[in-house]
């Protein structure tokens, strides 16, 4: 049995309310980075975490926190989310300093078949920059209600 665990991007699941439907699928199907998994082995999931949002130039190390929730639980490998992968300026320093903290975890880089990365990341940023009303403008009564 693989004890799996997947990282996501904080942006992609509490901003734009990512559910990791597509990665888990992909497990549950055994495609993209699950594909090469066994046949014969079960594929366990222990636990999905989202990333420890920016850990500045400073602190790479603060995504430790997060990888013990997984690790204390025997997790063999670590999935990176195709939107980490995708998206995230620190994923480097996150998998040498998880490398560094956690040797006996695979690190595997990916989830569910991508998709074209420039294509992903003009979608993400369209998505993180859309306008919308916020508690300003209901204060001040700019806000419009439909």
Do not use: W
Not at 4 to 13: L, V
Request: charged letters at 25%.
């Amino acid at each position: 049995m693989a004890r799996i665990g997947i990282i996501t991007c904080s942006n992609c699941t509490g901003e734009l309310d990512c559910s990791s439907v597509v990665c888990l699928a992909d497990m549950r199907k055994r495609k993209g980075f699950f594909k090469d998994y066994p046949p014969e082995e079960r594929l366990d999931l222990v636990g999905i975490i989202s990333c420890a949002g920016c850990p500045t130039v400073s602190a790479p190390k603060k995504i430790l926190r997060r990888v013990k929730s997984l690790a204390e639980f025997r997790v063999e490998a670590l999935h990176f989310s195709y939107c980490m992968t995708a998206l995230c300026p620190f994923r480097e320093k996150y998998v040498k300093v998880i490398q560094e903290a956690y040797p006996e975890i695979k690190l595997v880089m990916g989830t569910h078949t991508p998709i074209d990365p420039a294509e992903f990341q003009h979608e993400v940023r369209d998505m993180l920059c859309a306008g919308r009303i916020s508690m300003t403008d209901h204060i001040k009564g700019t806000s419009v209600r439909k």
